[in-house]
Each structure stands twice: as structure tokens, then as C-alpha cells.
């Protein structure tokens, strides 16, 4: 009867947006569904590790040697050197990391930055095999010439090197996050009377620190799931040591040896290599748990 | 030429609240042919004028005619565009603000600014009025001189109980008090205020109104209003900027029109292009 009503409704279905929809929410589907594929696939022979071994003795064992007789399952010495060597990763990298992306985003003039942040991103997509073999053959030899008692293998040439392999990833994202604080804010703190050290120390990490947390998590979750330089450099002795000029065997570093060696499938040590999979995988996942929630905690929202 | 006002004005036509003329105030900026360019454009050119202490001066005209392009020439805001050139003279109390000795960082503390739209930072209100004593390492007695600040920017009641609550809860009125209190903290000479209201409602806006007229028996202060009401309301000395538009070279340049006290600018303006612009005829 009237008129004015149907113009509101519906005049042709829009196909095209349901379909947009649909092939979205795929995209996002694959990725959630893959992650699930894989920790299944990661679970299930990890359980029947832990059927043999017992959780007590994986996690508090001091001694690894999953492939002699008599077979001992004690992660603790991966973890430890998985640990180190990511220590030193991060000891170069958030240091180095956090200052390139202060002098690029504050200091830099525009033509410096415009050259210098694609430099940086193209040092990211370096191979990790190159960053190993320099390592061993250009680092460490380079330590030994400075007189250090350094083993061939040892955890902190390859610490250092993975380090600087991530200087890019935590400089290009804290950038991003520290060019995302508005302008406004600095012109504030400068017009108070403050200097540039200033604004960026007090102004701008602050505001960018949850984009900084964020660059963080991921150059160590990298440093920890870094598997080649782990292996040429740090070596493929399971002991249990912080100390950094001694070899050590991480996580990865086994796990891939041992992948590719010649262990028959559904063996103990087949599955040990699911085992200590998950532990990494679990590792990783509460560091970013716990990052997130460290981010939530002292974000400063601007806006 | 623009003359200045103490040279035109006998100090008789002033505003009725306004203690003296300003032929007897002491000169707090001495600006001096000042031209101001981006890339090579000029922005604003030729500009001189003085501003006086304990006065409230407003600088008016149409958008883009250059205004925070000249209220950023006191504090040295323009040093932080790569692209910003400025030529002329400022004297600050007979200093070349501009001379080679002279460090921007020292000239902001002396010389505040308040921006035209709130900017507190994202911290808690305590530390948005604490950020500038502590960075001049005036450590001693901070709570006392984030209170006065705060007080003197008439915020205290309503913060007083909720120092530790982040600066981005506040109303944007409150934010700009905040952002005022914050510029007090250090205890300027001049405060600078580009647009401090344009963002307000009126109830938050006669309150910053009303700030000025408080502030200015301890500081200069020199506003940029959009608003001619507001300067009438609370501006001592006004001066009036145009556009002026070359169509052979497609430039267009802000030039000072008329300073003058502010109510001769209203009233009896001696250019008709102010006349125009005051009784909105123009821009
Ligand atoms: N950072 C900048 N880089 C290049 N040009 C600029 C910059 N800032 C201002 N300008 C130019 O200078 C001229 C004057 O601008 P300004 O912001 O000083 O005007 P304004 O009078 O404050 O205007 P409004 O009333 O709209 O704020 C304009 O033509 C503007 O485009
Ligand atoms: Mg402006």
C-alpha cells in the first residue's frame, strides 16, 4: 500500500558480499585449523612417550642421551641450552634491536630512514644457514684470536649470531610501533623543554611499548625456534651448563638431527622427537601468554 | 609598514580593565620582519609586531594565513620541521631568540606552548604535570608544585582525588586544563596557545577564558583564536592576519594586516580588510 516502506528492504540479494564472507573466514579457518592439526599430530605420539617415560624423569632428569644404551630422557640439559643461547640472542638483539628503531624512527632524517628500513628488512630475509656458518667459521675463530678459551661448538657464538639475525626483526616492528605514536605527543614533551634523548626515553617507548613487547616475543620465540645456527654453531652436546664457551645441544638443534638420522618410526626415540617437540611448543606459547598479558599491564593507550 | 601600536596608539584607547596602555609595558618579543617558509613557499612573510608583558595578545585571521605557522616561531616549534625556514628577527627581552648560542630546548622552558588539541600523555594525571619538572630535574617538592599547577589551571577540585587515574579518562576540557597545568608546572615567562578552546564546549571554553584573565597577572600569554568573541573577550593587543594571493605565481603568503589594542581592532579598525574580516564580511 505505501509506497515509502519497500525502499528499505532488500532490492537484489548481495551474492557477492556472502561469498567475501565465506572465503574469509576460510582463510582465517586454515591457519586455526592447521595449528590444531599440529598440535594433534604432536600430542599423540607424545603421549605415548610419556607412557614409557615418566614426567618426573623427562623433566628432572640431568642427563640426555635418548639414543645409547642404556637410553636416559632427561630434557632438562636441551632446555638449559636452549636457554642459553637464546640469553645471548636476546642480550644482543633488544639492545641493538631498540636502539636502530629509536635512531631510525626519531633521529633518522627522511631520506636516512627511507634508505636504511628496507636495508634492515632485506638483512631479515639473510638465510639462517649463512648466519651459521659465520658463526662457526668467522666468529668463533674470531673470539679464539681474542684469547678466550672458547670451545669450536659453544652456545654463545651461536647466541650472539642468532642475536644479530634478529636485530631487524625487533628494529622493523618497534619502528612501526614507534612511528604509529602521533606526533602530537612529542610536540608536547618538547614544548616542555625536552631534548630528543627525552622524548623518545619518555614519550615514545612508552607509548609504543606494547608494538616494542611485541618485537620482542617474536625475535625470541625466533631465537628459541632457530634451528641452524643452534646446530652448526652451538654444537650437539646435551650438557647441562650455562656456561657460554661450552657446547650445547638445544631444543631444535635435536630435534632435527635426530629427524633427519635414521630412527624407525613408532621407535622410543621416534617419539622422543614429538616429546620434546610439544615441551618447545609449550615453552613458546606460554612466553607469549605471559607477553600479552605483560603488554595489557603497562600499555599506555593513546587516544 | 606596520607600525606598532605604541607608536599609533597615545595608550588612551585601551581596554577599560586593562591597567596601562602599551606604550608603558615592558616588551617581552620583539619580532622583526619575520618570514617563514616550507620548502621555499612562504607561509607568512614581513611580519613585525611586539607583545607586551602581563598582556594577553591574539593573533585572528582566516585559516591557512599563517597563525601557528608565526605563534610557533616563539618557542622554537618550527626548528622541529625539516622543511621550515625562518627569516627575521624575534628579540626576546632584547635576545635574539634565533642567535647561534641560543639552545631551543632552553627556549621552551622559558617559553610554553599549549596546543590546539589536548595532547596529555598517556599517563596518569599526577605524571602528565610532573613530566616537565622532572625533566628539568626540579625533583623537590613535586607534589607541591604539581598541586599548584594544577590549582592555577583551576583543575585541582576536580582531580584532586584521582591524581594516580590515567590523563585519557579526563573530559576533553579537562584534558586541555591539563595540558595548561602542565605548561605552568615549569614555570615559563610566556605561555603560547594555538586554538586552546576550538575544540571545547562553551562551558569548558569561558572556563579556559576565564584561566587567561588569571594567568596574565603572572604571564604573557599570546593565543591564536578562530574566534573573534574570545579575542574580544580576553585578548589586551590583537592582531589581524590575511592571505595574500599572487595568481601570477599561485603563492600564497600570510601578511599582518593591523595589531592593535584589541578594541580599537573591533570598534575602529584602520584597514578596511580587518574591518571586513571583524564584522564578518570576509573569510
Ligand atoms: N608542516 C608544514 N609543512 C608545509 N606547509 C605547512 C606546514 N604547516 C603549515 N603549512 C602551510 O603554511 C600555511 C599556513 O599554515 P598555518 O597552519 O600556519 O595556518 P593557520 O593560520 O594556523 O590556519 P588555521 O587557522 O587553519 O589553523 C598554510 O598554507 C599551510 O599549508
Ligand atoms: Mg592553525
Known amino acids: 500500500m505505501q509506497a515509502a516502506a519497500p525502499r528499505l528492504r532488500v532490492h537484489r540479494r548481495r551474492w557477492g558480499e556472502g561469498v567475501v564472507k565465506g572465503a574469509l573466514a576460510l582463510c582465517a579457518l586454515v591457519s586455526i585449523a592447521t595449528t590444531i592439526g599440529i598440535v594433534a599430530a604432536l600430542l599423540e605420539p607424545s603421549l605415548e612417550f610419556f607412557r614409557e617415560v615418566s614426567l618426573v624423569d623427562f623433566f628432572s632428569g640431568t642427563d640426555w642421551a635418548p639414543l645409547f644404551e642404556p637410553a636416559r630422557f632427561g630434557v632438562l640439559p636441551l632446555i638449559v641450552g636452549t636457554l642459553s643461547v637464546t640469553f645471548w640472542a636476546v642480550v644482543v638483539a633488544v639492545p641493538f634491536g631498540l636502539g636502530a628503531a629509536i635512531y631510525l624512527s626519531e633521529y633518522a632524517r627522511p631520506g636516512v630512514r627511507k634508505a636504511l628500513k628496507p636495508a634492515l628488512e632485506v638483512l631479515a630475509g639473510v638465510p639462517t644457514v649463512v648466519y651459521g656458518y659465520f658463526a662457526l667459521v668467522t666468529f668463533t675463530p674470531f673470539l679464539r684470536s681474542l684469547g678466550l678459551d672458547v ?49 623518545s626515553v619518555r614519550i615514545v617507548v612508552p607509548a609504543a611499548i606494547s608494538g616494542i613487547v611485541a618485537s620482542f616475543v617474536l625475535g625470541i620465540s625466533r631465537a628459541v625456534g632457530e634451528t641452524m645456527i643452534a646446530l652448526l654453531a652451538a654444537g650437539q652436546l646435551a650438557q647441562l651448563t650455562f656456561v657460554p664457551f661450552e657446547p650445547v645441544e638445544t631444543m631444535t638443534a635435536f630435534i632435527a638431527a635426530t629427524g633427519i638420522g635414521d630412527v624407525p618410526t613408532g621407535s622410543i626415540e621416534y617419539k622422543t622427537i614429538f616429546a620434546v617437540g610439544l615441551t618447545l611448543f609449550v615453552m613458546t606459547l606460554a612466553m607469549n601468554l605471559f607477553a600479552i598479558r605483560l603488554v595489557r599491564k603497562y600499555r599506555e593507550v593513546y587516544e | ?133 622532572r625533566v628539568l630535574g626540579l625533583k623537590d617538592g ?103 594571493v599572487d595568481e601570477n605565481r599561485d603563492a600564497r603568503t600570510g601578511i599582518l594586516v593591523e595589531y592593535d589594542v584589541t578594541s580599537k581592532i573591533f570598534t575602529n579598525p584602520s584597514d578596511q580588510r580587518t574591518e571586513d574580516y571583524v564584522t564578518g564580511r570576509f573569510g
Not at chain 1, 610501533?177 to 602521533?182: D, L, Y
Not at chain 2, 618570514?35 to 612573510?45: E, Q, R
Not at chain 2, 585572528?60 to 618557542?75: A, D, L, M, Q, V
Request: net charge negative; hydrophobic share 45%; charged share 20%.
Open chain 2, 142 to 244: 613535586l607534589d607541591d608544585r604539581v598541586r599548584h599547577a594544577l590549582e592555577q589551571a583551576a583543575l585541582w577540585d576536580e582531580v584532586k582525588s584521582r591524581l594516580k587515574e590515567s590523563a585519557l579518562s579526563l573530559s576533553g576540557g579537562q584534558q586541555q586544563r591539563l595540558c595548561i597545568a602542565r605548561a605552568l608546572a615549569v614555570e615559563p615567562e610566556v605561555i603560547l596557545m594555538d586554538e586552546p578552546a576550538s575544540a571545547l564546549d562553551p562551558i569548558s571554553t569561558t572556563r579556559i577564558e576565564d584561566l587567561m584573565d588569571e594567568l596574565k597577572r603572572e604571564y604573557t600569554i599570546v593565543i591564536v583564536t578562530h574566534n573573534m568573541q574570545q579575542a574580544a573577550r580576553v585578548a589586551d593587543m590583537t592582531a589581524f592576519f590575511s592571505v595574500e
Open chain 1, 151 to 199: 670451545q669450536i661448538f659453544n652456545a654463545f657464538s651461536a647466541g650472539v649470531v642468532m642475536g644479530i639475525m634478529i636485530i631487524p626483526t625487533v628494529a622493523s616492528i618497534s619502528e612501526d610501533a614507534m612511528n604509529a605514536v602521533p606526533q602530537s605527543l612529542r610536540d608536547g614533551a618538547y614544548a616542555l623543554g625536552s631534548n630528543k634523548l627525552e622524548v
Open chain 2, 1 to 133: 609598514m606596520v607600525m606598532t601600536a605604541a607608536e599609533r596608539i597615545p595608550g588612551v584607547e585601551v581596554r577599560h580593565d586593562a591597567p596601562s596602555g602599551p606604550a608603558l609595558r615592558e616588551v617581552v618579543f620583539d619580532v622583526e620582519d619575520l618570514t617563514v617558509a616550507y620548502g621555499g613557499k612562504s607561509a607568512l612573510s614581513g611580519v613585525s609586531l611586539e607583545v607586551y608583558k602581563n598582556f594577553v595578545t591574539a593573533f585572528i585571521g582566516p585559516s591557512g594565513c599563517g597563525k601557528s605557522t608565526f605563534i610557533r616561531c616563539f618557542n622554537r616549534m618550527n626548528d622541529l620541521i625539516p622543511s621550515a625556514t625562518v627569516d627575521g628577527t624575534i628579540l626576546y627581552h632584547g635576545e635574539d631568540l634565533y642567535g647561534r648560542e641560543v639552545d631551543p630546548v632552553e627556549v621552551r622552558r622559558l617559553i610554553g606552548m599549549v596546543f590546539q588539541k589536548p595532547n596529555p600523555f598517556p599517563k596518569s594525571i599526577f605524571d602528565n604535570v610532573a613530566f616537565g619538572p
